[in-house]
C-alpha cells in the first residue's frame, strides 16, 4: 500500500499532474474572471504549466501567483489591444452571419473573418508564452509574438487545429472544461517551446532542451 502511494509510483505521478491540470485550469478561470485580467491569468498560467508541471520546479500556487504579479502590468496592457480585436473579429462574424441567413452575399467576408480570428487566438497563444518565459516591453512581446505565428505557419496550424479540437472536445465532453485551460497549455507548450528554441542563442537553447529532457 505504501508503494502505491509513494510519488515515484506512476499511477501517483498522473493523478497528481491530473489534479495540477485542474487547480491550475480553476484558478486561472477565477483570475481571468475580470476579463481585464485574463492576459496576466494567461500568463501566469504558462508560467506555471512551464515551471512547476512540466519541470517540476516549486509549488503551484506560488509559482502563479508570482508570475501573475510580476507580469501583470505588461501582460494586462498587451492583452487589453488583443481582447478589443478579438471582440471586433466576433462581433463583425455574428452581424454578417444574421446577414448571409438573410440573402446578403457575404460569405467570403465570413469565411475570411473566421480565419482571422483563428490567427488572433493563436497570436493570444504565443503572446502568453512569450510574456511568460522572456523580458520585454509590451511592444516587442506584441511584435516578437506576431513574428513568431508568422514565421512558423505550420506549427501555428497545429495549435489552432489543438485548441479547436480540444475545444470541440469540451463541447462534447462538457466535464472536461475543468480540464481544459491547463491541459490546453501543457499540449500546446510543446509547440510553442520548440519554435522558442530555433530563436535562442546556442547554450540557452541547450539548456532548455536539456530541462524539458529531464523532466518530461
Not at 474572471?33 to 500568463?43: H, K, L, V
Not at 506555471?48 to 506560488?62: I, N, P
Amino acid at each position: 500500500m505504501k508503494r502505491f502511494f509513494s510519488l515515484d509510483n506512476p499511477v501517483m505521478m498522473v493523478l497528481v499532474k491530473l489534479f495540477d491540470v485542474i487547480a491550475l485550469s480553476v484558478i486561472w478561470a477565477v483570475f481571468s474572471a475580470p476579463i481585464i485580467t485574463m492576459g496576466a491569468a494567461s500568463t501566469a498560467l504558462y508560467a506555471t504549466v512551464y515551471h512547476h508541471v512540466r519541470l517540476g520546479e516549486g509549488y503551484l500556487w506560488k509559482t502563479f501567483w508570482e508570475a501573475f504579479k510580476e507580469n501583470f502590468k505588461r501582460s494586462t496592457l498587451a492583452w487589453l489591444p488583443m481582447l478589443g480585436m478579438i471582440l471586433f473579429l466576433l462581433f463583425d462574424i455574428i452581424t454578417i452571419r444574421y446577414l448571409i441567413k438573410n440573402g446578403h452575399p457575404l460569405g467570403a467576408i465570413f469565411g475570411i473573418l473566421i480565419v482571422l480570428l483563428f490567427v488572433a487566438v493563436v497570436w493570444a497563444q504565443f503572446l502568453f508564452a512569450y510574456c511568460a518565459r522572456f523580458e520585454a516591453n509590451v511592444k516587442d512581446s506584441l511584435r516578437y509574438s506576431f513574428y513568431l505565428l508568422m514565421a512558423h505557419p505550420l506549427r501555428s496550424i497545429a495549435i489552432m487545429l489543438l485548441v479547436v479540437g480540444l475545444g470541440a472536445l469540451v463541447l462534447a465532453i462538457p466535464g472536461l472544461a475543468i480540464l481544459y485551460p491547463a491541459g490546453q497549455v501543457w499540449i500546446t507548450s510543446y509547440l510553442i517551446e520548440a519554435v522558442f528554441m530555433k530563436h535562442m542563442s546556442e547554450d540557452d537553447r541547450e539548456r532548455t532542451e536539456q530541462e524539458l529532457s529531464d523532466h518530461d
